[in-house]
């Protein structure tokens, strides 16, 4: 498989089936084409086209069930609610600090400027 600039026109030559092809779509056929992928050996990668076996199927279903179960069993309401709480305070407690900060930093700047006029 490389891009073959040889011969009269550019296209992509597949070494292991001997074609050129000249459109990438029809490229990208051939590779996943099933004559392709048993030339180079990889005829394994068709497993999808087998049937699933009645196992297969019963634990596919046992993980879909799994992934469909909340993941916080024990979910408490006054907790949750007492968290976001929590979040909104610290949050205030931040802004404010970013408040102080801030106006002392004005303060400063306002006596400097009055220093040096
Ligand atoms: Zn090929």
Known sequence: ???NLLGDRPGYHCSACRVTYHDSLRWIDHCNSRSHL???GQEHVLAYDRTATLEEVR???HELAEMQKPKNESYDLRKNIATK???IE???ARKRED????RRQERAAKRYN???E
């Open 1 to 3: 498989m490389s891009l």
């Open 114 to 116: 009055e220093d040096s």
């Open 38 to 40: 048993k030339a180079i």
């Open 99 to 102: 408040r102080r900060i801030r």
């Open 85 to 87: 709480e929590e979040a």
């Open 90 to 92: 610290e949050e205030k």
């Open 59 to 61: 634990k596919r279903i």
